[in-house]
C-alpha cells in the first residue's frame, strides 16, 4: 500500500509492515525503481548503528531486493540505497528487540540519591511569580494562559505557561505537561502560548503546562535566544558530563519536577491523571518525569532521546547526546560514574505510568536499540510504534501523508483518549 503512494525515483520497503522481527525471520528489504537504467545502487546496512556490509547492485525498472536476511541475535538493521544521481532513501528494522538491555548497570544508590535532591526541593519555599497572557482569540472568554516562574534548586528556576479552562471546578482537571526538545533559539525550543492554550482545550480540559527545559525567560526577542544559544547555553548537554552534581541535565529533571509539584497543588487538578509529553529532548525528560514522579500516570514518547546512554559500553550507539561518544578524553571511570543517574533507561525502571512511544527504526540521533532498552525495563502497559522509514525528524515528501494516517493520528487519539 506504501508502494502504491509514493512517487519519488527510488524506494524503499519491507515484507513486514511493523518492521519488527523474530530471531531466525526472513527479512526482506525490497528496492522500488521508477525507469530502467545502467547506473548502480549502492546499498549499506548498518548493524546497531555499525557499517557491517556495502555493495553495489545494478538499478533495475519495478521492484526487486537489495537485502535478505534472517538474524538469530537482537540486533537494530539499518539500510540505505544511495542512486547514481544522489537520492538517498533508508529503511530500518529491528529483530528480537525485547533483548535490548541498558548498556549501565543501575547504581544501588540511584533512588537514594533523586530522593535526597527532591528532599530539598521539598524543603525550599516555594516562590511562584504570574503574570496573564494574552491568548490566541478562538480561545478567549475561555481559557486562561499565564507566564510562570518558580524558584528551584540549581542555576536556574522553572519558566514555564500554564494554561487552563475559566471557570475549571475544583478536582476536574487532569494535568498535562509539555517538554521541548533540544536546542535553544529555535521555536520548537520555547513555550507557546496557543499550544499552551490548545493542550488545555483537549479532551474535557485541562491544566496545560508547557515548560522550557533550560528556564530561560519566555517570550523574548529572537537575539534573546541566540546570545544564550552561542554563549550561556552553547552545547549545553556536553556540560559537566563527568560530574553529577554539575551535569547540565540535573538542573533540567530538578525543574521538571518542581513544576510538576506546584501543578498538583492546583485545586483544579483530579488527583489522578498526570501526563507528559515530549519529542527527542522532551521524550527524555517525559521518561524522567515518570521514574522520580509515581504520580505522573501516563507519557507519550515521540524518539525520545537520554535513553541507554551507557550503549555504547555495549558496542552500539548511544541515546543522544551520546556523551560516551561525545567526550572521548574524559576519564571514563567519572563519566561511568555520572551517567547512570540520568540514564532514562534506568530511571523508567521506578516509573508507574502507562506509555506510548514511537520510533524511528533510522533514527541515528536516538537509535531504536537505546529506546528499547529503555522500554523494555518499564514496568507499565506499553504502545510501541516503530516507523521503519523515519530518520529523527518527522517524515516529509511522499511518507508524510502515510506517517500522518498511521503514526501521528494514533498518538494523537491516544493522548485525547487518555483524557477523556
Known amino acids: 500500500e506504501a508502494k502504491k503512494r509514493l ?3 527510488i524506494d524503499a520497503m519491507l515484507n513486514k509492515e511493523s518492521g519488527i522481527y523474530a530471531k531466525g525471520e526472513r527479512a526482506v528489504v525490497m528496492c522500488h525503481a521508477d525507469a530502467a537504467g545502467t547506473d548502480s545502487l549502492i546499498v549499506r546496512v548498518h548493524y546497531n548503528n555499525r557499517l557491517g556490509s556495502e555493495y553495489r547492485l545494478p538499478a533495475v525498472a519495478g521492484d526487486f531486493a537489495v537485502l535478505e536476511q534472517a538474524l538469530d541475535s537482537t540486533c537494530a538493521v539499518s539500510v540505505e540505497l544511495k542512486a547514481a544521481n544522489g537520492k538517498v532513501e533508508g529503511i530500518g528494522f529491528v529483530v528480537a528487540p525485547e533483548g535490548f538491555r541498558a548498556g549501565y548497570e543501575e547504581p544501588a544508590d540511584l533512588m537514594a540519591y533523586w530522593d535526597n535532591l527532591k528532599t530539598q526541593l521539598a524543603t525550599l519555599p516555594m516562590h511562584v511569580w504570574r503574570a496573564p497572557l494574552e491568548v490566541p482569540q478562538q480561545y478567549r472568554g475561555k481559557y486562561e494562559c499565564q507566564d510562570l516562574e518558580i524558584n528551584c534548586l540549581g ?22 505537561v509539555l517538554c521541548r526538545a533540544a536546542g535553544v533559539s529555535g521555536n520548537w525550543c520555547r513555550c507557546q502560548v496557543g499550544e499552551c492554550v490548545g493542550n488545555a482545550a483537549l479532551g474535557g480540559g485541562a491544566l496545560s503546562l508547557d515548560i522550557n ?24 548537554y556536553e556540560h559537566n558530563a563527568a560530574d553529577r552534581e554539575t551535569y547540565y541535565f540535573k538542573g533540567m529533571y530538578l525543574r521538571l519536577l518542581r513544576a510538576i509539584e506546584y501543578m498538583t497543588q492546583q485545586p483544579e487538578w483530579d488527583g489522578r491523571r498526570i501526563i507528559v509529553i515530549g519529542e527527542s529532548q522532551g521524550g527524555g525528560q517525559a521518561v524522567a518525569a515518570a521514574g522520580l514522579d509515581p504520580r505522573v500516570s501516563a507519557i507519550v514518547l515521540n524518539v525520545p532521546a537520554m535513553q541507554d546512554l551507557g550503549g555504547a559500553r555495549k558496542g552500539r550507539r548511544s541515546g543522544w547526546p551520546q556523551p560516551i561518544e561525545s567526550h572521548p578524553n574524559l576519564s571514563a571511570e567519572m563519566i561511568d560514574a555520572t551517567l547512570p543517574y540520568f540514564d532514562g533507561a534506568l530511571l523508567i525502571r521506578h516509573a508507574k505510568a502507562e506509555i506510548y512511544c514511537e520510533m524511528g527504526l533510522i533514527d541515528t540521533t536516538c537509535p531504536p536499540s537505546s529506546v528499547w532498552a529503555s522500554l523494555n525495563g518499564a514496568p507499565g502497559k506499553k504502545t510501541v510504534r516503530c516507523v521503519p522509514f523515519r530518520t529523527h525528524a518527522w517524515p516529509s515528501g511522499a511518507w508524510r501523508p502515510i506517517w500522518d494516517e498511521l503514526y501521528y493520528r494514533p498518538r494523537l487519539a491516544f493522548i485525547e483518549n487518555y483524557l477523556k
Open 155 to 176: 542555576p536556574a528556576p522553572v519558566r514555564a505557561y500554564m494554561a487552563k479552562p475559566i471557570g475549571a471546578k475544583p478536582k476536574s482537571l487532569p494535568i498535562i
Open 7 to 9: 512517487s519519488s525515483e
Open 213 to 236: 527545559a533550560h528556564g530561560m525567560l519566555n517570550g523574548q526577542p529572537d537575539d534573546y535566544y541566540r546570545m544564550l544559544e552561542g554563549g550561556l547555553l552553547r552545547n549545553y
